[in-house]
């Protein structure tokens, strides 16, 4: 028998076929059409979620040879921070309103103006381009379409739905979603009658909540037509990309803290309790799929973009290769003679500043192409240690000394040294391989019961690579360095905002 895990991610959807010993047999990946006639205006087709779905399974019995009846379950995963909408019958009533679409802008600074600090309370987010703007938006100007929506769901929630015939009074919100959602109780696992009533919204509007293990539901006949599955397979719940990649590198011990080195740069850490970042608004309290633990979070947009970046714009033409940047950078002292590199090339997500762009500070003549790429590794590493602060502000209790690496920024050992040096932790390297797409197919796995533990797999594939222990002394000689970014951030607001 063999478990299929689905991500449907922002780029694409990507498929996997897993045996029962979750070793991975093969993979199936569809590019996604973002549809985004001006800027700041993204959205998917609703069928173009679903169909992508079944082509990726499809193409994974094709690659195996093995059949439809051979699929003990499905998990899916997707994105997080958009939504859509769904009529009575479970067909949607809208697109997916992409996490990318800017258009609800006008929402989230009123949602933020009326109760933002009440919705990070009890919800556990702050109020950006997430579900609660999103819904406003739908509901003040496209109020014909608001009025026929039964049902906001997520992507997975909605393609899940599709794939095994639920109505809208069956459809399902599972609980990794709750802190984007800005309507939800999350130390409750219930939606928020006061957030709801601050903002008008009908809780009529909002499925049930579920756990991601739960089997919400099995495979129809039009689906199984259509991607060469068996009708009749159990489908669970599933959860958020994040929430399934978090848990498929085995983030389900207390108190460790991990760093996601990859598009984005995110930094999340396990936790057996509800402490919602009312104080500095920058940590995001995300459910793990494993119920009474939480992973707060946060991250820099596009941090890892902005190592790609420099190779790419400013390292020379042709482009130098990572190793050769890395040679030179290792020969530059830690805080790069001075330099402060910002990487918010979008803005700073969290805490939320959508004035601050990039910026290089400092530079003088002896300054080199070394120094400049050095920069950009301590700028993450920075911002790092300012979410490393508030965690441990929110938890003084806990110790939060060593953290896991993954992605591809994992493969750069001055990054990770970097990092070490900086946050004053003891870093360690896994191979990893396809985190979401293991951990939503342990997920179902264990929600039918073919697998009757979710540690043991995960942990079986964790391969460690290297460990990078802190120096203690360049961890005090970068202090004044990261505070000076901090500062330096302060300073550019008021500089963009005049621009």
């Known amino acids: 028998?063999?478990?299929?895990?689905?991500?449907?991610?922002?780029?694409?959807?990507?498929?996997?076929?897993?045996?029962?010993?979750?070793?991975?047999?093969?993979?199936?990946?569809?590019?996604?059409?973002?549809?985004?006639?001006?800027?700041?205006t993204v959205w998917q087709e609703a069928d173009d979620l679903y169909g992508s779905c079944a082509r990726t399974i499809k193409e994974l019995l094709e690659k195996s040879g093995a059949r439809g009846t051979d699929i003990a379950a499905i998990g899916v995963d997707g994105q997080m921070a958009g939504i859509m909408g769904i009529d009575s019958r479970g067909q949607a009533s809208t697109y997916y309103d992409s996490w990318l679409d800017m258009r609800c802008g006008k929402y989230m600074d009123m949602m933020n103006e009326r109760a933002g600090k009440r919705v990070i309370a009890l919800s556990g987010g702050v109020v950006t381009y997430i579900h609660g703007p999103k819904i406003l938006w739908w509901k003040h100007e496209?109020?014909?379409?608001?009025?026929?929506?039964?049902?906001?769901?997520?992507?997975?929630?909605?393609?899940?739905?599709?794939?095994?015939?639920?109505?809208?009074?069956n459809a399902y919100f599972d609980y990794t979603h709750l802190h984007f959602s800005c309507f939800a109780d999350n130390a409750n696992k219930r939606w928020s009658d006061e957030l709801l009533e601050t903002f008008d919204i009908s809780p009529d509007k909002f499925p049930r909540i579920v756990s991601p293990f739960e089997v919400v539901g099995k495979v129809t006949r039009e689906f199984a037509a259509i991607s060469g599955l068996a009708e009749g397979v159990p489908v669970g719940a599933g959860c958020g990309d994040t929430a399934a990649s978090t848990f498929g590198s085995g983030m389900f011990r207390r108190n460790m803290v991990q760093d996601c080195a990859g598009?984005?740069?995110?930094?999340?850490?396990?936790?057996?309790?509800?402490?919602?970042?009312?104080?500095?608004?920058?940590?995001?309290?995300?459910?793990?799929?494993?119920?009474?633990?939480?992973?707060?979070?946060?991250?820099?947009?596009?941090?890892?973009?902005?190592?790609?970046?420099?190779?790419?714009?400013?390292?020379?033409?042709?482009?130098?290769?990572?190793?050769?940047?890395?040679?030179?950078?290792?020969?530059?002292?830690?805080?790069?003679?001075?330099?402060?590199?910002?990487?918010?090339?979008?803005?700073?997500?969290?805490?939320?500043?959508?004035?601050?762009?990039?910026?290089?500070?400092?530079?003088?003549?002896?300054?080199?192409?070394?120094?400049?790429?050095?920069?950009?590794?301590?700028?993450?590493a920075y911002e790092y240690r300012y979410y490393l602060s508030v965690l441990r502000k929110l938890y003084p209790n806990d110790d939060f000394s060593e953290m896991i690496t993954i992605g591809g920024g994992a493969k750069s050992p001055l990054f990770?040294?970097?990092?070490?040096?900086?946050?004053?932790?003891?870093?360690?390297?896994?191979?990893?391989?396809?985190?979401?797409?293991?951990?939503?197919?342990?997920?179902?796995?264990?929600?039918?019961?073919?697998?009757?533990?979710?540690?043991?797999?995960?942990?079986?594939?964790?391969?460690?690579?290297?460990?990078?222990?802190?120096?203690?002394e360049r961890h005090a000689a970068y202090a004044p360095f990261a505070e000076a970014y901090l500062a330096a951030m302060d300073t550019l607001t008021q500089y963009y905002k005049q621009l």
């Open 263 to 380: 598009t984005a740069s995110v930094l999340c850490s396990v936790v057996d309790r509800f402490v919602p970042d009312t104080e500095y608004a920058t940590l995001v309290m995300m459910r793990s799929p494993v119920d009474g633990l939480f992973l707060p979070l946060a991250y820099i947009n596009g941090g890892g973009m902005c190592v790609r970046w420099f190779r790419d714009t400013l390292s020379g033409k042709p482009a130098a290769s990572y190793d050769e940047l890395q040679a030179e950078a290792e020969t530059v002292p830690p805080g790069s003679e001075g330099i402060i590199f910002v990487p918010h090339f979008s803005g700073r997500v969290l805490p939320n500043n959508p004035f601050l762009k990039g910026s290089f500070l400092g530079l003088d003549f002896k300054h080199t192409r070394g120094h400049m790429y050095r920069a950009v590794l301590e700028a993450v």
């Open 142 to 169: 496209h109020p014909e379409v608001y009025a026929k929506t039964a049902k906001f769901v997520t992507p997975q929630a909605f393609v899940v739905g599709r794939m095994t015939g639920l109505d809208a009074e």
């Open 416 to 472: 990770n040294q970097i990092k070490a040096d900086v946050l004053g932790v003891n870093v360690t390297t896994f191979e990893m391989g396809e985190t979401a797409l293991l951990g939503s197919a342990v997920i179902a796995g264990c929600g039918v019961g073919v697998l009757p533990d979710y540690k043991e797999p995960i942990e079986r594939v964790m391969r460690k690579q290297a460990e990078f222990k802190a120096d203690m």
């Open 1 to 40: 028998m063999y478990i299929i895990g689905i991500d449907i991610g922002t780029q694409g959807t990507k498929a996997a076929l897993f045996n029962e010993q979750m070793e991975l047999i093969c993979t199936a990946f569809e590019e996604s059409r973002l549809i985004s006639p001006a800027p700041g």
